[in-house]
């Protein structure tokens, strides 16, 4: 069946970076895009952005430019999110989702979600 | 920036009829936009009810279903249950591969 594991939790620095992984089993991986949304402590999820897992090329919502990067381990079957310079405000747990093709795909299976604490 | 609006809360009687609504701050939802549904407990990953507009996931109970209410896309639940008591988030596609999240809408069931 579809999986997407995702890595453990993560406690970090101000300043820091992190890198989440995304691995997935039960399909092929080049022919499904991973997207990735944010939920913080109390409030709603985020759409950040996707990645084509057949091309590596990605594409970010607005408020997620310049400090999270989308990248591929195809051999790995892996998607990977980098945060680079965190605060306190990415604080939150991220989600990998598994988008069904076509302008009117959906997320229809996701990983239980990472944890990444910013403090120091 | 577009904006997608819920309802923040919402409640319930067990047994009862609930609509939920997902909102643009410009403009109208239509097809056009695939929106999609999902519910969501505390702690726990999203788990996917409904995608454009109207069709049902597998496994989902055929008391969960989509609509276009007017300018908005609309969730029913029909006969609440207990266990139907959690966040519910909307999502449109704006085109260009880019996707929006609604704010959700906590439903409590009582």
């Known amino acids: 069946q579809v999986q997407l594991v995702q890595s453990g939790s993560e406690l970090e620095m101000p300043g820091a970076s992190v890198k989440v992984s995304c691995k997935a089993s039960g399909y092929t991986f080049s022919n499904f895009a991973i997207h990735w949304v944010r939920q913080a402590p109390g409030q709603g999820l985020e759409w950040m952005g996707w990645?084509?897992?057949?091309?590596?090329?990605?594409a970010h919502a607005r408020g997620f430019l310049g400090r999270f990067v989308f990248s591929l381990d195809t051999s790995l079957r892996t998607a990977y999110l980098q945060i680079t310079a965190l605060s306190g405000e990415d604080t939150a747990v991220y989600f990998c989702a598994r988008k069904t093709t076509g302008e009117s795909g959906y997320l229809d299976s996701w990983g239980q979600g990472t944890l990444v604490t910013v403090s120091s | 920036q577009t904006v997608v609006t819920q309802e923040p809360s919402f409640s319930v009687s067990p047994g009862g009829t609930v609509t939920l609504t997902c909102a643009l701050s410009?403009?109208?939802?239509?097809?056009?936009?695939?929106p999609s549904w999902y519910q969501q407990t505390p702690g726990q990953a999203p788990r996917t009810l409904i995608s454009s507009t109207n069709t049902r996931s597998s496994g989902v109970p055929d008391r969960f279903s989509g609509s276009i209410l007017g300018n908005k896309a609309a969730l029913t639940i029909t006969g609440a249950q207990a266990d139907d008591e959690s966040d519910y988030y909307c999502v449109l596609y704006m085109g260009s591969g880019s996707w929006v999240f609604g704010g959700g809408t906590k439903l409590t069931v009582l």
């Open positions: 990645i084509n897992t057949n091309t590596g090329d990605p």
């Open positions: 410009s403009g109208s939802v239509s097809t056009n936009y695939y």
